[in-house]
């Protein structure tokens, strides 16, 4: 489907291939890389921690990103039958540990109310954001540790009575970590998710030589649409290409039936334009290098 509200304008077209979107995503990279002196993506080293009981079953674990020198605790995971034992807390601080000694200065973490927000403060996390637009009266929270306040004391100190915690990124193993989480959605959210499932939706726009100039991705869950990633080439930019995205992007999220719109931000990219066309700013994160702060933003429909 394409979009063109002026003739002299370039299309919006909402069913970009994938080499198109790759092509605007290159764009984003670069820019990002620019501002960063190269080191956006660092350390590119993930860390994937994994827990197996006695006969090596994976009862638990924690998957990890990183980025701009900042650890992201994605997926965290105990087996309902060894809650309670701290096994939570050795794989969250063992990650830590790890992520430090590949330079990071801080770990991110995102959780649902239902999840584990009193958990990630128990274990050193500062809130820094809060965000509720999601259906239902749902709220997710942002929270924030630096490491240098942490030992760099492996977690495990030879306890054989205690499940072993081990590095392990194998597709295999990520699954099980990820399905193990999975079951915590359906427990509290599985009716809600049926009525407001996860969509994608990428969206380009090409100049007439057929360049990608510009694109924005991202999927909308529990009705919200969430903005991953956001650009529009350098020599197109004041000309209302950033605005015709998102826009285009809104539209669609209504129609699927979301309430509002979130997006993070650094203060190296598009800060000042989102605050123009309704996004406000409910948290801010000083966990990066150089001064570089992000922004959590959101929009009501």
Not at 40 to 63: A, M, R, Y
Request: glycine residues 10%; proline residues 2%.
């Amino acid at each position: 489907m394409n979009m063109r509200s002026d003739s002299r304008r370039f299309s919006v077209i909402a069913n970009p291939t994938d080499d198109e979107v790759k092509e605007f995503q290159k764009g984003l990279e670069a820019h990002n890389l620019e501002q960063t002196n190269g080191e956006f993506n660092s350390p590119k080293d993930w860390i994937n921690l994994v827990l197996k009981d006695h006969e090596g079953n994976i009862v638990g674990g924690v998957l990890t990103s990183t980025l701009f020198w900042s650890q992201y605790l994605e997926v965290l995971w105990v087996d309902d039958k060894y809650r309670g034992l701290g096994y939570g807390r050795d794989l969250v601080l063992e990650a830590e540990r790890l992520s430090k000694k590949n330079g990071c200065i801080t770990s991110h973490t995102y959780t649902f109310s239902w999840q584990a927000p009193d958990f990630y403060q128990a274990v050193g996390y500062k809130l820094i954001a809060t965000y509720e637009g999601y259906i239902d009266g749902i709220t997710e929270l942002i929270l924030m540790k630096r490491l240098d306040t942490i030992d760099d004391v492996p977690t495990q100190k030879g306890d054989s009575t205690r499940f072993a915690i081990s590095e392990d990124s194998t597709k295999e193993s990520q699954s099980i970590v990820r399905k193990g989480l999975g079951k915590n959605f359906d427990q509290h959210v599985s009716d809600l998710l049926k009525k407001h499932p996860q969509i994608g939706y990428k969206l380009v726009i090409k100049n007439d030589d057929g360049q990608v100039i510009g694109g924005l991705c991202g999927y909308t869950i529990l009705g919200t649409m969430h903005i991953a990633e956001l650009w529009v080439d350098e020599g197109y930019r004041g000309q209302g290409y950033g605005k015709d995205l998102l826009m285009h992007a809104e539209e669609l999220a209504k129609e699927k039936g979301c309430i509002a719109g979130q997006i993070a931000c650094f203060s190296f990219q598009n800060l000042d334009f989102l605050k123009k066309h309704g996004y406000n700013t409910h948290g801010v994160s000083d966990g990066y290098r150089d001064e570089v702060k992000e922004y959590y933003l959101i929009k009501k429909f």
